[in-house]
């Protein structure tokens, strides 16, 4: 490999602040209106044009589509809230006790919750490294339109979902070979649909949650599950689809009264590393023209998709797993599987796992806590992770990096942060019940 030699410069400071959240999905959406709400000066920098992260970007409205029964224990707070703006805007459609929220309105909902809580917000801007002193974070380096600045900030949170500022500072991660990585989606709607036909097909071939893992329970065979396979069979065996290592089956989320499926889950990509620029762009391209044979094999094969049209295309793929951090604590399956218990609780998660082989609903009310630790990277200070980046195994990892879970471990973080920007301590040293007192104040069940 060829190497070139930068030349040392001197930065302008764009700004300073006593929080900074890097990434603005359901994660850093989270973390951001949590420490602003705690009565810090809070900052959010997204790369993309829009907040939301995998709502927005992905088409993902599915926020907690876990939420079957009543029986289901939730953590409330933020996640919740996003919910319910959504439907207080008629942007969503209820589904059992869940809402699917329209993607679209979202990015204005984002925006609106952004300036309410005086959040200083940045779009279009790329973190290129990180500023240290010593162990301990100070700051970033920014790429934009713009040119390149710095941002200085007493705290740090990476909700990068990949943990690219834990990883640029030195904090131990680690990442398993692409080839054991969750596959990444691409996820696209369709118009033109006759959702009475479709929707009479769907119930009367219904398929189950536990069409989605081979480790589900029993239970999960008789949870009701808006999956398609059928349709991509027949396509398969026609040979009007390859046969390669590419997955197609759909989990289906919204619809409208125009006609419109607006979210088809249904291209799942293997053995692609989604910190390699290479892998990503191979996977944005095959991923759309799998959606283009998806389409015909909908139209040809799926009763109320003749006329059907495509809509829209996820603005980027979803991913699932890259990097994770090696954190104070490392969450395992016994714990999310085992209604696992901790002193340094932010939240609770209902035990719902979607990852890896494992589909498990929370359909009988269990849950675990979710542990401050997990989001404290090792050996660099200052500096929290949120979101599937936190610490922990592939089990674990089915459930933390479910949207509302990492609205929890962002909702944690951010007022954690911002109680040790006022207390005048590191992140570690926090003081962990002046936290929990907080998040219970910001509508978070703790225990």
Request: aromatic content about 8%.
């Amino acid at each position: 490999m060829q190497y070139i030699e930068e030349p040392a410069r001197k930065l302008p400071v764009m700004a300073e602040t006593d929080v900074l959240v890097i990434g603005g999905g359901p994660g850093g959406l989270s973390a951001a209106l949590a420490a602003a709400r705690t009565g810090v000066k809070t900052m959010l920098v997204e790369r993309y044009g829009c907040f939301g992260g995998v709502i927005t970007q992905s088409m993902i409205g599915t926020l907690a589509w876990y939420r079957s029964n009543a029986c289901t224990v939730d953590a409330g707070g933020i996640g919740v809230e996003f919910e319910q703006r959504a439907k207080a805007m008629d942007a969503s459609l209820s589904i059992f006790l869940y809402e699917v929220v329209d993607t679209e309105i979202f990015k204005y909902i984002a925006d609106q919750m952004v300036k309410e809580a005086g959040i200083l917000p940045l779009l279009h801007c790329t973190i290129v490294d990180v500023i240290m002193e010593g162990s301990t974070v100070k700051g970033v380096i920014t790429e934009s339109k713009s040119g390149r600045q710095a941002i200085l900030a007493k705290r740090v949170i990476d909700a990068t979902g990949d943990a690219d500022i834990a990883y640029q500072a030195g904090a131990p991660c680690h990442m398993d070979p692409k080839e054991k990585l969750e596959e990444v989606s691409v996820n696209f709607g369709c118009s033109g649909v006759d959702i009475d036909k479709f929707l009479t097909y769907t119930l009367t071939n219904p398929s189950s949650i536990a069409d989605w893992g081979d480790d589900s329970g029993e239970k999960e065979s008789d949870e009701f599950s808006t999956f398609l396979k059928e349709p991509f069979r027949k396509a398969r065996e026609a040979g009007e689809i390859p046969d390669t290592s590419t997955r197609l089956q759909s989990y289906w989320g919204n619809f409208t009264d125009a006609g419109e499926v607006t979210s088809l889950n249904a291209i799942h990509m293997p053995n692609i590393d989604a910190t390699d620029v290479h892998d990503l762009t191979k996977a944005e391209i095959e991923g759309r023209q799998y959606v283009m044979w998806a389409v015909e094999a909908l139209k040809k094969y799926t009763p109320g998709f003749e006329k059907a049209r495509l809509r829209t295309i996820g603005a980027s793929l979803g991913i699932r797993e890259t990097r994770k951090i090696e954190g104070v604590y490392h969450l395992t399956e016994h714990d999310v599987l085992n209604q696992a218990h901790f002193d340094d609780s932010i939240g609770i998660f209902p035990e719902f796992l979607d990852g890896n082989h494992i589909a498990v609903l929370p359909s009988t009310g269990r849950y675990f806590h979710v542990p401050f630790g997990i989001t404290l990277p090792q050996k660099v200070e200052n500096l929290l992770v949120v979101g599937r980046s936190v610490a922990g195994d592939k089990v674990s990892h089915a459930a933390t990096r479910q949207m509302m879970c990492c609205t929890v471990t962002g909702q944690g973080a951010g007022v954690a942060a911002a109680l040790s920007v006022k207390d005048k301590v590191p992140c570690r040293q926090v003081n962990i019940n002046a936290v929990q007192k907080e998040l219970q104040k910001q509508g978070v069940r703790i225990a």
